[in-house]
């Protein structure tokens, strides 16, 4: 019953949601015409406001390339060796299909709140490995199922250390990267938001539904079976011999090890400094990508073996390279004209202290289906929350949490991320968002429940 629920819910978003850069171009179109209805800007101002280099569509560039660093590094991490071989280990543990779409749950949700990237690739090794592992062993389950509880770290990756809302308000530096420029505001440390009681209990929460819920989804019997692995074809030998000197640099971890020794001797005065806090305290997405970019380092190996998983999860970066642009132009409109002062007034206005936070995490999981990325997100309705927090009185650090909670429990309606996770398992969109919509139900229960009381 809860799986045909979910999938009618998942069908209707099938059927109506075109793709995501078409969105942002009619998002566009869409803040243009708001612009000039409701407040005094005229299109000259408005076409100078979207192409301004300062609030414009450039202004996301820097921003951009750190959350393409977030996904590649969490691929390579993910696609390494070691990584892959604690997966495959793990996979041979379940003896039910239910336990194992519980395990792929908490291993794709718990390494999601580390590392979003991370999270992402991990889950999807570790469902395809899992449902072959099951298939072997002619143990009954439903490789959609477990497919699906493979994507579960982009359901609480928001509240981890990879989150981009808590992130891009930690530093001076990072609030002027995004937020139109004047806006006044002061760094607030992650210890208020990813490290605060309440996003303790709230993705703490999500970490405990998560798995308990996809066991209950999977089918006792019957079901569709994850494909069995394909035979290893024999290895050919390559044709052409290498260079002694590109295989000593390239084949060997000389490189790789005098990388990570310098970023190493950074991450040591980072998180261990003489006098003063670590640094896990003050996170910037440009430090967890230096940290996960070592680990990368160290477990591939060679440079041989790291630009390879750099090369592979590069293709995941095409939605931000040329999304993130638009976003800033939208955001650089909607400042510009004074349209975010006027909807940050309207929200605040139909909100108290003890509804605000709900109602931003719902409207931030709507504005999610239309811009499928917690960092355009961020660049877009961020302006608005800081506005309507300061405005009705709520904590800052608690409303920004709440976007962050909004954006990603709509991720499960929204397979826009997902693309990375089906290619590797080889299953569909549609055969999962049924699934996802039912925990997404109850982690929304969860979260505004935590919100409205706490």
């Known amino acids: 019953m809860l799986a045909r629920i979910g999938d009618r819910i998942s069908a209707f978003f099938r059927a109506t949601a075109p793709d995501p850069f078409v969105i942002a171009v009619l998002l566009t179109a869409l803040t243009f015409v708001l612009a000039l209805v409701r407040t005094d800007a005229s299109p000259g101002d408005l076409v100078a406001a979207w192409s301004s280099p300062g609030d414009g569509v450039w202004k996301f560039l820097a921003f951009s390339m750190q959350m393409c660093l977030i996904l590649v590094t969490g691929h390579v991490l993910a696609s390494s060796k070691p990584v892959s071989f604690i997966l495959g280990r793990l996979a041979e543990l379940p003896r039910t299909g239910a336990q194992a779409a519980a395990m792929v749950a908490i291993i794709a949700a718990a390494l999601g709140t580390l590392n979003w990237g991370l999270g992402l690739i991990a889950g999807a090794i570790i469902a395809r490995d899992t449902g072959r592992s099951l298939t072997k062993r002619n143990i009954e389950h439903h490789y959609p199922v477990l497919v699906a509880a493979g994507y579960l770290g982009l359901m609480v990756w928001h509240g981890g250390f990879s989150g981009t809302a808590p992130l891009k308000i930690s530093t001076e530096a990072e609030i002027a990267s995004v937020l139109p420029s004047g806006t006044e505001l002061d760094p607030i440390s992650i210890g208020q938001t990813i490290l605060s009681p309440m996003n303790m209990l709230v993705t703490g929460g999500l970490l405990v539904i998560c798995p308990i819920v996809m066991a209950l989804l999977m089918p006792k019997t019957g079901g569709q079976r994850a494909p069995a692995a394909p035979d290893e074809q024999p290895i050919e030998e390559a044709t052409d011999i290498k260079p002694l000197l590109p295989k000593l640099l390239e084949d060997t971890p000389i490189v790789n090890v005098l990388l990570a020794v310098l970023i190493g001797a950074w991450a040591i005065g980072f998180y261990f400094p003489e006098n003063k806090p670590s640094g896990l305290t003050r996170l910037t997405p440009n430090d967890v990508n230096l940290t996960v970019l070592m680990l990368g380092l160290i477990l591939h190996g060679t440079p041989r073996s790291f630009i390879n998983a750099v090369e592979e999860g590069a293709r995941g970066c095409a939605g931000i390279i040329i999304q993130f642009p638009l976003y800033a132009g939208i955001m650089g409109m909607m400042h510009s004209s004074g349209l975010t002062s006027q909807i940050a007034e309207l929200f605040a206005g139909a909100a108290n202290e003890r509804t605000l936070a709900p109602l931003t995490c719902v409207s ?91």
């Open 364 to 454: 931030a999981g709507i504005v999610n289906l239309f811009v499928p990325s917690g960092g355009g997100q961020w660049g877009v309705q961020g302006p608005i929350v800081v506005e309507s927090a300061l405005a009705s009185g709520v904590p800052l650090p608690k409303a920004i949490m709440a976007l962050a909670y909004g954006d990603q429990l709509t991720n499960m309606l929204q397979p826009f991320w997902a693309l990375p996770l089906l290619a590797i398992t080889g299953a569909k969109a549609r055969e999962i968002v049924g699934y996802t919509a039912i925990v997404m139900i109850f982690g929304l229960i969860w979260t505004l429940g935590c919100l409205f009381l706490l």
